[in-house]
């Protein structure tokens, strides 16, 4: 059985940083692409970070870029997110997801197949 399970959100001011962790069991996490999403309130779920499955190819939303960093640990099936200056409209719930098998890399959320239930990110003003 496949499971994600995202954690490290919570309640932080804006300035403030955060580092989310999802980690990955019953799936060959170290050949498969890894992305970060964010669905707010009212909102579409949009894009934030991908990842290759080998760690070395990163891709960021442009609203994000520069603030996170996305990185993966395959010893320990496990892909992070830092986020620092956090702002309020980062505010969302946070999903990780596994792309196919052997699947180098994507940026198209049609290509990640299994899916976390998602951490809570709130950023005060």
């Known amino acids: 059985q496949v499971q994600l399970v995202e954690s490290g959100g919570g309640l932080v001011q804006t300035g403030d940083s955060l580092r989310l962790s999802c980690a990955a069991s019953?799936?060959?996490?170290?050949?498969?692409?890894m992305g970060w999403f964010r669905q707010a309130p009212g909102k579409e779920r949009e894009s934030v970070a991908f990842?290759?499955?080998?760690?070395?190819?990163?891709n960021y939303a442009s609203a994000v870029r520069g603030r996170c960093t996305i990185s993966r640990d395959n010893a320990k099936n496990t892909v992070y997110l830092q986020m620092n200056s956090l702002k309020p409209e980062d505010t969302a719930v946070y999903y990780c997801?596994?792309?196919?098998?052997?699947?180098?890399?994507?940026?198209?959320?049609?290509?990640?197949?299994?899916w976390g239930q998602g951490t809570q990110v709130t950023v005060s003003s």
């Open positions: 997801a596994a792309g196919a098998d052997r699947v180098y890399y994507s940026t198209r959320m049609q290509d990640y197949n299994y």
């Open positions: 019953g799936v060959t996490f170290s050949t498969r692409a």
């Open positions: 990842i290759s499955f080998s760690g070395d190819t990163t």
